[in-house]
């Protein structure tokens, strides 16, 4: 089966310009998560969808950060406008269900904000 | 909340050694501990996983503890393969796993010279 797919793979913009970074889950899975990945660091909960509506994103920071899953399925995340703090790998994951399901993870997209 | 710890941060080893990885977990009701393999500009790939029930769970060359009591958990991988080079990361759920959330470790970056 196909695995998460995400893009652009890579993205490079200035502080304050704004950027969009689109998922496509695995084929059935209910449930998507993006994820931030500063450089030397693990994996950090940005925002975890159940089908469109949102379970967690008490770690997104909202006045600069938005998300949504139209349909249940593809998903976009956007930063408007970008600080030189969110240069980093945004990832996508999806599993069959929310709890006690494997998370699965895309290639990822590298931001670099200059 | 959760705090996931992990150690070594960097773990240089002989092919055919043995590499160990170690994490410990402060949230007592953390019932799902997968590990993940990260490789230069890909998504983290999940290698094995394990649930509170079980003590140690075994998949060809890699092997997982558990030891519930002292909240910690470790990777073992037997006869190291060049291959095996990557950054390994550990994880945690957040509570009893019934959302799904991971807490993520800060990676070990494992070299495996031939």
């Known amino acids: 089966e196909a695995g998460v797919a995400q893009s652009p793979r890579y993205k490079i913009i200035e502080k304050r310009q704004s950027v969009a970074f689109w998922c496509n889950p695995i084929?059935?899975?209910?449930?998507l998560y993006w994820y931030q990945q500063i450089l030397g660091q693990g994996p950090k909960l940005l925002i975890q969808f159940q089908n469109n509506g949102v379970v967690d994103d008490s770690q997104l920071p909202k006045d600069r950060f938005s998300a949504e899953r139209l349909k249940g399925v593809d998903s976009t995340l956007k930063i408007q406008p970008a600080k030189l703090e969110d240069s980093a790998v945004y990832l996508c994951?999806?599993?069959?269900?929310?709890?006690?399901?494997?998370?699965?993870f895309g290639p990822g997209t590298r931001l670099t904000v200059t | 909340g959760e705090n996931v710890e992990q150690h070594p941060s960097t773990l240089s080893v002989q092919e055919g050694d043995s590499a160990v990885i170690k994490c410990t977990y402060s949230?007592?009701?953390?019932?799902?501990f997968p590990w993940y393999k990260q490789e230069l500009g890909k998504g983290p790939q999940l290698i094995i996983d394990?649930?509170?029930?079980?003590g140690e769970k075994k998949d060809q060359r890699i092997a997982v503890t558990l030891n519930k009591t002292a909240k910690h958990f470790s990777l073992h991988i037997t006869e190291t393969q060049p291959e095996d080079s990557a950054v390994y990361f550990c994880a945690a759920s957040q509570g009893d796993n019934q959302g799904g959330k991971l807490i993520f470790g800060q990676g070990t970056e494992l070299s495996v010279k031939p």
């Open positions: 994951a999806s599993s069959a269900g929310g709890g006690g399901y494997e998370q699965y």
């Open positions: 394990i649930r509170s029930n079980v």
């Open positions: 949230d007592s009701a953390s019932n799902y």
């Open positions: 084929s059935g899975h209910a449930t």
